[in-house]
T-cell receptor, first 114, second 113 residues
C-alpha cells in the first residue's frame, strides 16, 4: 500500500530564508506526486506535480520539487520565503496503475517571521 | 469561473440528526471525491466516484453515504450524525487519470454536538 510521510508537522523560517519541506513516499511502483497548499479557511490548491519526465518540477509562487527515486523523496523548496507563503502544505501520491484517489501526508504548517 | 462549489459552508447538528452536503463542479470532470480533514490527520478519503451513477468506498466510509445521480453533482449524506463526524469536509474533482490534479472546494465545516 502507498503511504506518504511529511517530516515535521511545523516548520518556521525567516522572511528571505530557504524553505525546505520534506516528503517521503512508499510505493511499489513509481508514483505520481503532488504538492498542495492550503491557506486558512480555504480548500487545497495545486502547487506542482510530477508524473513523468524531468525530475525537477517547477510550480507556482516560486516553489519547486525534485523527485528522487533512489531516496523515495519529493521535497518542496523555495529559495526565499515570503510572508504570504505561510500556510499548510500537503504532499500527496497516487498509483498510476491502480488508483484514482490521492493519498495525502498529514501536512506541514509553514510559519514565516519578519 | 466557479470550479468546485460546496454547500453549505457551515453547519451545526445534534447527535442523531441527518444531513446532506452538496458538491457541484462545472468543469465536466469525471471523477469526484469526498475527504474529511481533521487536525494532524491530513485528508482522508471517504468516498469517491469515477463517473455518473458510480460510487466507491475510500479509507473512512463508515457512517456516510454518497450519490452521483448527475455528472456535475456529488452528494455526501450523514444518516445519523455522531460527534466523531465533526470535521471539515472537502469535495474535489478531476479529469480521468491518476496523473490529473484534483480541484478542491472551499470546504464545509460541520460540528456535531
Amino acid at each position: 500500500a502507498q503511504s506518504v510521510t511529511q517530516l515535521g508537522s511545523h516548520v518556521s523560517v525567516s522572511e528571505g530564508a530557504l524553505v525546505l519541506l520534506r516528503c517521503n513516499y512508499s510505493s511499489s511502483v513509481p508514483p505520481y506526486l503532488f504538492w498542495y497548499v492550503q491557506y486558512p479557511n480555504q480548500g487545497l490548491q495545486l502547487l506542482l506535480k510530477y508524473t513523468t519526465g524531468a525530475t525537477l518540477v517547477k510550480g507556482i509562487n516560486g516553489f519547486e520539487a525534485e523527485f528522487k527515486k533512489s531516496e523515495t523523496s519529493f521535497h518542496l523548496t523555495k529559495p526565499s520565503a515570503h510572508m504570504s507563503d505561510a500556510a499548510e502544505y500537503f504532499c500527496a501520491v497516487s498509483d498510476p496503475q491502480a488508483g484514482t484517489a490521492l493519498i495525502f501526508g498529514k501536512g506541514t504548517t509553514l510559519s514565516v517571521s519578519s | 469561473n466557479a470550479g468546485v462549489t460546496q454547500t453549505p459552508k457551515f453547519r451545526v447538528l445534534k447527535t442523531g440528526q441527518s444531513m446532506t452536503l452538496l458538491c457541484a463542479q462545472d468543469m465536466n470532470h469525471e471523477y469526484m471525491y469526498w475527504y474529511r480533514q481533521d487536525p494532524g490527520m491530513g485528508l482522508r478519503l471517504i468516498h469517491y466516484s469515477v463517473g455518473e451513477g458510480t460510487t466507491a468506498k475510500g479509507e473512512v466510509p463508515d457512517g456516510y453515504n454518497v450519490s452521483r445521480l448527475k455528472k456535475q453533482n456529488f452528494l455526501l449524506g450523514l444518516e445519523s450524525a455522531a460527534p466523531s463526524q465533526t470535521s471539515v469536509y472537502f469535495c474535489a474533482s478531476s479529469y480521468l487519470g491518476a496523473n490529473q490534479p484534483q480541484h478542491f472546494g472551499d470546504g464545509t465545516r460541520l460540528s456535531i454536538l
